[in-house]
């Protein structure tokens, strides 16, 4: 069967597409950026690429009129102040586009919204759940809670306070309870679920067998790292300070630790498990989750991560739009530096960022991502998806990457750090040596300001980890 995938470079879709591909289906891949779609080698030819943006109806007819099925994985949460609006009328245009198919079955990845009062963020899932609901299509919508995989926001959040605070004073709604679900789980459901007429024209909830508050889950995950945790709630933490609470130890942005903070405070558990009858999916328990999330973190095979979505940095636009640098207007620090070894220098910059670090002066990056939380933005600690692999639209802490050819050896990044103009970080192999160039294009007078206030410290920082790259012993 033609099965179309919206959201194929998301953390859903990624894990998704392989297993319908395996299971004989030819995939329709819908992206917003095709330049940072990287399909795994083995799948190519039996997928087609669209570059399709819902907010743009022009777009969508380059929609095949021949599918059969549908995923809907596609979400605008934290991407902008009004992202209720965009998801909605993402919904729409996306309805009226694939009515003019023929397509049978669409399924949509929701939220849990079983409560009078909802969040501003899973209302918004209910508005698209009832857009999409609305087309001449047979019509089916999981509805998971937490989500806990390797790579997972869920998971990276959990992580991340866990292991960074012996001590937490946290707001009193990590008292509401939840039902996770493993990754592994919702991959099921949603493969099982296409072209299952038990499935068409309803509604499910999907999640494990436990229900846990989320103190009980930083507690049950305190447990399995063997780390000695102390929880304690108090009832005077605003949304606002708890949003900035989670933004400030967590590697989340502000706007999605608002999202997230509004949500946490709704009980997310299901209606009853009928699905599992259906489909023959027996759930894995919040303990099993982790051990699974943490054995892929072992091994490398972290497949997706919510950190190389745009809405991790609010980042927007096309890749495409930042590659060419400019030259006008801008300032530049390039150096150049012979390396002994081209494999070795080209290893190092593949493995930059991240727990390797930037190879000099690390004290002084980690205090410029301190600066950049503290102004709102993404801050250091987002880190990278993969020790040793780069792929275009990756993040690398407070970078993205924009061009990665490691044949070539050449990396180029784009920093989505506050500043106050734009900053490019290329490493190229030329001719025997190293080029490293800082390119920035100021914005105004703070511009260039900025510039010579940090100019001083270009000299030693860029200097040292020039050395360490052509280096042929570090």
């Known amino acids: 069967m033609k099965i179309l995938l919206t959201g194929a470079t998301g953390y859903i879709g990624k894990r998704l597409l392989p297993l319908l591909v395996e299971e004989g289906h030819e995939v329709v891949c819908c992206v917003r950026d095709i330049d940072r779609f990287h399909p795994p080698s083995s799948i190519k030819s039996k997928i087609s690429i669209f570059q399709v943006d819902l907010l743009d109806k022009d777009s969508l007819e380059t929609i095949p009129k021949d599918i059969d099925g549908a995923y809907y994985l596609v979400h605008s949460m934290s991407a902008s102040l009004d992202y209720q609006v965009l998801e909605q009328e993402s919904a729409i245009n996306f309805r009226n586009a694939i009515n003019k198919t023929q397509v049978q079955h669409v399924i949509y990845l929701s939220g849990i919204i079983n409560e009078t009062e909802l969040s501003k963020h899973l209302a918004s899932r209910k508005t698209v759940e009832l857009e999409l609901n609305k087309g001449t299509y047979n019509f089916t919508t999981l509805r998971a809670g937490i989500i806990i995989g390797s790579g997972s926001a869920s998971f990276e959040i959990i992580r991340d306070l866990v292991e960074k605070l012996p001590v ?102 299901c209606r009853n498990t009928e699905i599992n009858y259906i489909l023959q999916v027996t759930p894995i328990s919040y303990k099993e989750s982790l051990a699974k999330a943490f054995a892929k973190i ?9 950190k190389d979505a745009y809405a991790s940095s609010g980042f927007s636009s096309h890749i495409s739009d930042f590659i060419q640098i400019p030259t006008f207007g801008c300032y530049k620090d390039q150096r150049k530096m012979i390396f002994n ?114 100019l001083p410290f270009h000299g030693s920082i860029f200097n040292g980890m020039l050395k360490k790259l052509t280096s042929p012993n570090n």
């Open 341 to 454: 070894n081209r494999e070795d220098c080209i290893e190092k910059i593949w493995s930059i960022g991240g727990q390797t670090g930037w190879y000099y002066g690390d004290w002084l990056w980690k205090l410029r991502g301190f600066i950049d939380k503290l102004a709102g933005g993404v801050g250091l600690r987002r880190g990278r998806t993969s020790p040793n692999s780069i792929d275009v639209g990756d993040v690398l802490d407070f970078w993205r990457v924009l061009y990665a050819n490691k044949n070539e050896g050449r990396l180029l990044l784009f920093a989505e750090m506050k500043l106050p103009g734009e900053a490019w970080l290329e490493f190229k192999i030329e001719s025997g040596e190293l080029i490293q160039t800082a390119t920035f294009r100021p914005l105004g007078l703070m511009g260039r300001l900025y510039w010579y206030l940090v």
């Open 168 to 269: 937490m004073i946290t707001p009193k709604w990590l008292n509401t309870r939840c039902q996770p679900i493993g990754i592994s789980d919702v991959i099921a459901f949603l493969s099982k679920s296409i072209f299952n007429k038990k499935t068409y024209n309803r509604d499910f909830d999907i999640g494990g067998p436990d229900i846990l508050s989320y103190k009980e889950m930083l507690l049950a995950f305190s447990r399995m790292r063997k780390l000695n945790r102390k929880i304690y709630t108090v009832p005077v933490m605003t949304p606002r300070l708890s949003s900035y609470w989670l933004y400030f130890v967590t590697s989340t942005s502000y706007r999605l630790a608002a999202a997230l903070v509004n949500s946490m405070k709704v009980e997310v558990i």
């Open 298 to 306: 072992e091994n490398n095979e972290i497949v997706s991560s919510w």
